[in-house]
């Protein structure tokens, strides 16, 4: 029916940025003024920084598409195919509730109210389904344009008739919810921790 319409912060890309640009630095600094030796000492502190950043406002995001919607928060993603949708709901960030539960998105928090108020009588957020195409991407992923793809291309289905009889074949089939831990950057973290902290105590 249209384009998958993805959605991440750019704000917490920037500050991603931010931060590795910073540790760059200070390993230069770093090796310039006490040597390489002391370089590596410091590589797993700011590795973590930067691992932690970009867990933290550069991963997450979410998918919007004709099959499902794709909600990577940090320490996992989670896949909710349309039969199991229900609706969303406006909070502190977005909730989408599924026959198996609430799952909040992590990248869309509901804009300020200093944000709101700029917003008023300009354009409406975009609520329409893309035509079909390459994905279109987002950086203003707020619980209000994230809330309005999800709801458009919910509506989107029911009106061309994709979506009838689904819940009860997702009941037939066991079609569920699942959920991804990010192993990987999990693991990660504790290994850069566990070395940071070895080298700071280490003297």
């Known amino acids: 029916m249209g384009a998958t319409q993805e959605f991440t912060s ?39 920084v930067v691992v932690v950043l970009w867990a933290l406002f550069w991963r997450p995001g ?19 195919p349309w039969p199991t949708y229900r609706e969303v709901v406006y909070g502190w960030s977005l909730v989408v509730r599924t026959s198996d539960g609430d799952v909040t998105v992590f990248a869309a928090p ?16 975009p609520g329409a389904v893309p035509a079909p195409g ?32 689904a819940q009860r074949v997702a009941v037939e089939q066991g079609l ?9 950057t999990v693991g990660a973290v504790a290994v850069l921790a566990a070395a940071s902290v070895a080298v700071l105590t280490g003297g």
């Open 10 to 48: 750019g704000y917490g890309r920037v500050l991603t940025l931010a931060g590795a640009a910073i540790g760059l630095v200070a390993l230069v600094s770093v090796t310039v003024q006490d040597g390489a030796g002391e370089a590596l000492r410091a590589l797993p502190l700011v590795g973590l």
């Open 62 to 80: 979410v998918e919007v598409s004709d099959g499902e919607v794709v909600v990577r928060n940090v320490l996992s993603t989670v896949h909710v």
């Open 110 to 125: 509901r804009a300020s109210a200093t944000a709101r108020r700029v917003r008023r009588g300009r354009a409406p957020l």
């Open 134 to 165: 390459r994905p279109v991407r987002s950086l203003q992923a707020t619980a209000e344009s994230v809330g309005a793809a999800i709801e458009a291309r919910h509506d989107a289905l029911v009106a061309a008739g994709h979506l009838d009889g």
């Open 176 to 184: 569920t919810t699942t959920r991804r831990v990010h192993v990987v």
